[in-house]
């Protein structure tokens, strides 16, 4: 099944990727009014001296905000990516290590239409899969725990439903929107993504110096004048504690466009899956397979509480069979549909065909 032919899910993807992008847009919006002082009469400088009419100098924010705002979707590609793999532990698989598994995935995406997707092995006794999407190539991640326990066309079934995802591209759009909440979450830290010096506060107190230095000579005034400083104390005070609550509240409205989105991909994925290889009943018994296999009880609804990888998995729990800690703080986010409707779904495409 195209995405074309799926409009319900064309349109939730729209949806979804346009609030991340103005979440984007609005928390780069906050950052360059807070540092607008020194920004402008930096810009405004700069323009005098290269001849700039001030007219087209007093929009300098508008290229710089296109320009942070590509660049925020761009690492934010790349770093959910990196960062989800990393925290699952996923290996590489080769056409050596998983000759099995190779051969299933080559041949799913020639069916599918889709670009052969590096995949990586979690060594998990818990049966899982996911499918990542954004900058470079697209991955499939499966745990040694699902090919452990499903084989021949359920295996193929799985298989074919993460295909799914990279072929209507929602993986793409799930990737993106998982960087804000797990940010605000501290799932995700981009001072450790930049190295061991990242943590040194000398380092940030060189750079700390610097934007002083820079912001004082950007506005005319001395790096020694009282007024000055504390209006930098102020305005570094106001972009942290103001671009905090900013980022929270733009989390949070991410949040909710991303579980409206991931109820219906399931869905879609699982009507594709079972389209492409054309045994709706395997998939179905899959699902039922694995659901079984996972028989711990949470106390809280794991479908409803946040995790990067969770939200992005076939089954909800990720690769732990084990509760996350009541201490730990979560941010409810992706919700899967429970399994039982999924099954009834496919059991009703069954009919159908």
Request: proline content about 4%; aromatic content about 6%; some cysteine.
């Amino acid at each position: 099944m195209s995405l074309r032919s799926d409009r319900g899910l064309a349109v939730r993807m729209a949806a979804t990727l346009g609030v991340v992008v103005v979440a984007n847009a609005l928390f780069v919006g906050v950052v360059l009014y807070l540092a607008a002082p020194w920004l402008d009469a930096l810009a405004r400088r700069a323009a005098d001296a290269a001849g700039v009419p001030e007219a087209v100098a007093a929009v300098w924010w508008l290229p710089l905000a296109c320009a942070l705002v590509a660049a925020c979707v761009w690492v934010e590609l790349r770093y959910v990516r990196r960062e989800t793999l990393a925290a699952v532990d996923a290996e590489r698989a080769t056409a050596e290590t998983y000759p099995d598994l190779d051969r299933r995935v080559t041949r799913l995406a020639a069916q599918a239409a889709v670009p052969v997707p590096d995949c990586y092995v979690v060594h998990s006794e818990t049966p899982n899969s996911f499918a990542l999407d954004g900058l470079g190539r697209p991955t499939l991640v499966v745990s040694t725990g699902l090919l452990a326990t499903l084989d021949g066309d359920h295996l193929d079934a799985v298989l074919a439903h993460e295909l799914a995802h990279l072929q209507h591209r929602d993986a793409t759009v799930m990737t993106l929107a998982s960087f804000l909440p797990a940010l605000t979450s501290d799932r995700y830290s981009l001072l450790d993504s930049l190295g061991p010096w990242a943590r040194s506060r000398g380092v940030w107190a060189v750079v700390l110096a610097a934007v002083y230095l820079v912001g004082a000579t950007a506005t005319g005034s001395s790096a020694f004048d009282g007024g000055y400083f504390l209006g930098f104390v102020g305005g570094l005070l106001a972009v942290v504690v103001v671009g905090g609550i900013a980022l929270g509240v733009l989390a949070a409205v991410t949040t909710v466009a991303a579980r409206r989105l991931s109820q219906y991909r399931e869905f879609a994925a699982d009507r594709a899956g079972a389209t492409l290889t054309g045994d709706p009943a395997a998939l179905a018994d899959a699902l039922a397979k694995l659901d079984d296999e996972t028989v711990t009880a949470p106390s809280a609804d794991k479908r409803l509480v946040y995790d990067e990888v969770r939200g992005l998995c076939l089954l909800p729990h990720g690769f732990e069979a084990t509760e996350a800690s009541e201490d730990d703080f979560h941010v409810e986010t992706r919700s899967h549909p429970p399994t039982d409707e999924r099954i009834a779904r496919l059991r009703d495409q069954i009919h159908r065909q």
